[in-house]
Every structure is written in structure tokens, then in C-alpha cells.
């Protein structure tokens, strides 16, 4: 079955850090492509970042993140952690782990496999 766990999520003030992990399981993580998405009230589902299969080890960033967020693997390549640096209000949205088997690290498209979100609130 699977499986995509998020973990990290919380309330920080603007200029502050947090570290969202994924724990992925239940498929064969080589050829799969690991992202993160969000939405915040009232917007549409948003690309963040989103990192190819380890074979490619290629990833992108969405524009507004750029310089601030950092995707990687970690653990044998089972979680995947977007770090997240220099948090602005505008940050704020429940972040989406995704996982789709594919090519690449373009965050486009349609993705068949969704966490269930975990809350980022950035705010003084």
C-alpha cells in the first residue's frame, strides 16, 4: 500500500525555519519523483518543490521559494525534506506530499499519490 507521511509543520514567526519531512513507503522509490505542494485559504493548489527519482537527481523549485526552500533525500532515500528558510507569511498553507511515477523534477502535471497535509503558519 502506499504510503506518504508528513511531519514538521507548526507555527513560526516571519524570518524563522521549519523542516517538513516525508516518509514514503509501500512502492519502489526508484522510480518515483517526490514533491511538495500547498494551498493556503482561498488559492489554488501551488508546486513548491518537487525532486526527481535518485537515478536523475534533478530538482526544481517554484519562483516564489526559490533561495529560501531546499528539497533533498534522506534515509536511504525513503523520506524526502523540504527545508524551509527566510519564512514569509505568504508561506503559510497546508503542504502536500505527492508522489508520482515519472521522469524528471517538473512539479506540472497530475501526481496519483497525496499526503494528507500538515498545517505551516508563519505570523507575528
Known amino acids: 500500500q502506499l504510503r506518504l507521511v508528513e511531519s514538521g509543520g507548526g507555527s513560526v514567526q516571519p524570518g524563522g525555519s521549519l523542516r517538513l519531512s516525508c516518509v514514503v513507503s509501500?512502492?519502489?522509490?526508484?522510480?518515483?519523483?517526490i514533491g511538495w505542494f500547498r494551498q493556503a485559504p482561498g488559492k489554488e493548489v501551488e508546486g513548491v518543490s518537487c525532486?526527481?527519482?535518485?537515478?536523475?537527481?534533478?530538482?526544481s523549485y517554484g519562483d516564489s521559494v526559490k533561495g529560501r526552500f531546499t528539497i533533498s533525500r534522506e534515509n536511504g532515500q525513503n523520506t524526502v525534506v523540504l527545508q524551509m528558510n527566510s519564512l514569509e507569511p505568504e508561506d503559510s498553507a497546508v503542504y502536500y506530499c505527492?508522489?508520482?511515477?515519472?521522469?524528471?523534477?517538473?512539479?506540472?502535471?497530475?501526481?496519483?499519490?497525496w499526503g494528507q497535509g500538515t498545517q505551516v503558519t508563519v505570523s507575528s
Open positions: 525532486i526527481s527519482r535518485p537515478s536523475e537527481s534533478s530538482r
Open positions: 509501500g512502492f519502489n522509490l526508484d522510480v518515483y519523483a
Open positions: 505527492v508522489a508520482d511515477r515519472r521522469y524528471g523534477s517538473s512539479c506540472g502535471g497530475t501526481w496519483g499519490y
